[in-house]
């Protein structure tokens, strides 16, 4: 275990408790907290397009916000309900495209994560998503997408 920071135990604590970033803000990520939800396992799916696996993880009543350049913050695209957002991620998968999950961080009841894809086009593309989870499944994602813009 590692950290930017030299920490000695004092007395009646754990050195343990004094690395643990939920207590004291250090810069290391926590393991998963949340059983029945897997980042791993749902970024490997993002990647393999496996969208029933995808979808089953989110509730029922879950909701998906979309930021990019034609849905501003101030009106962004909400995807509402598990069929609505298995029909967008359907949408969403079926372009000629590479995908790759990077960058993620599982804070139990939060996680985040970065997806970049790259269409056959030339076009790049970089989403970057948090998502609240409740017993297990997404409840709320709020995603940022941006991408190349047409030079001509």
Do not use: C
């Amino acid at each position: 275990m590692s950290t930017d920071i030299p920490v000695r135990p004092s007395a009646g604590r754990s050195s343990e408790l004094l690395l643990d970033p939920r207590v004291h803000g250090r810069s290391r990520v926590p393991g998963p907290k949340t059983t029945g939800f897997h980042l791993g396992t749902f970024a490997a799916a993002l990647e393999d397009r496996d969208i029933g696996y995808q979808s089953s993880r989110y509730a029922l009543d879950a909701d998906v916000r979309i930021v990019d350049p034609d849905n501003p913050p101030s009106a962004p695209q909400t995807v509402h309900g598990r069929p609505a957002i298995h029909a967008w991620l359907l949408h969403a998968r079926t372009r000629d495209l590479d995908l790759h999950v990077t960058r993620l961080i599982d804070g139990g009841n939060r996680v985040a994560f970065t997806e970049l894809w790259h269409h056959r086009d030339g076009t790049a593309v970089v989403a970057t998503s948090t998502a609240e989870i409740e017993a297990g499944l997404i409840i709320r994602r709020h995603t940022v997408l941006v991408w190349d813009h047409d030079p001509r």
